[in-house]
């Protein structure tokens, strides 16, 4: 058992981290319109995600069902 995988909050410059460093990126996934994160995985299945907001931010923003959180 060890690290799986580490994230990140990058913030509003998410998507300007993401067109900057597109080659080394695996992939983006959107898990609600309040919470994506672009992700690297490496070859022993390990992943780095990097987040527009924190896990708490977006459950928040889910929960009251607005953007300005």
Not at 13 to 31: A, I, K, N, P
Not at 55 to 64: E, Q
């Amino acid at each position: 058992m060890g690290f799986e995988h580490g994230g990140f909050v990058i913030g509003e410059g998410l998507m300007g981290v993401g067109e900057r460093h597109h080659d080394v990126l695996t992939g983006q996934q959107f898990q609600s319109r309040h919470s994506a994160s672009l992700y690297r995985l490496f070859y022993v299945y390990t992943h780095v995600k990097f987040y527009q907001r924190s896990l708490g931010d977006a459950g928040v923003a889910l929960m009251v069902g607005c953007d300005s959180v």
